[in-house]
């Protein structure tokens, strides 16, 4: 998780969402991603989704079976629909997001009724992932 929050660190520097994203097999990194929408003119250009592009094709398949994606922030439908669709293993995320978060804010994943099922685990490094996002959002709202 330090290094998907080194991840969202890149997007925050870009004037980014910051939210980073890093698949790992056995610990060892495939991929890695931040949320660059407005810079790629991309609205799929989440974290999530950059990641996943990376490591399929550094892998050389669309299907990332046996890795496990951390994210900073509880991912949202799109991504959530990119993640089971590639068939993730496991995803770890840091802090919830209300607005957005479709694992268990908006919705139960672990509920609905989809083929395939992943391990959840969340609130790891949820503090320093939350942090990150109130200071982005608090310096937006003070300098518009």
Do not use: W
């Not at 056995?26 to 890695?32: G, M, N, R, Y």
């Amino acid at each position: 998780m330090r290094l998907a929050l080194e991840e969202a660190r890149h997007a925050l520097h870009l004037g980014e969402v910051p939210i980073g994203a890093v698949l790992a097999h056995d610990q060892e990194v495939v991929a890695s991603g931040f949320n660059q929408p407005i810079q790629a003119v991309d609205p799929t250009g989440h974290a999530e989704i950059v990641a996943m592009r990376k490591a399929a094709r550094e892998l050389g398949n669309y299907r990332l079976s046996a890795l496990t994606l951390y994210v900073t922030v509880e991912p949202c439908m799109m991504c959530v629909g990119a993640i089971v669709q590639a068939r993730v293993s496991r995803l770890v995320y840091g802090a919830p997001e209300p607005k957005f978060g479709a694992v268990e804010s908006l919705f139960d994943l672990k509920e609905l009724r989809i083929p395939h099922r992943l391990s959840i685990e969340s609130g790891v490094l949820a503090q320093d992932c939350r942090k990150i996002l109130q200071d982005f959002f608090k310096f937006r709202r003070e300098n518009v």
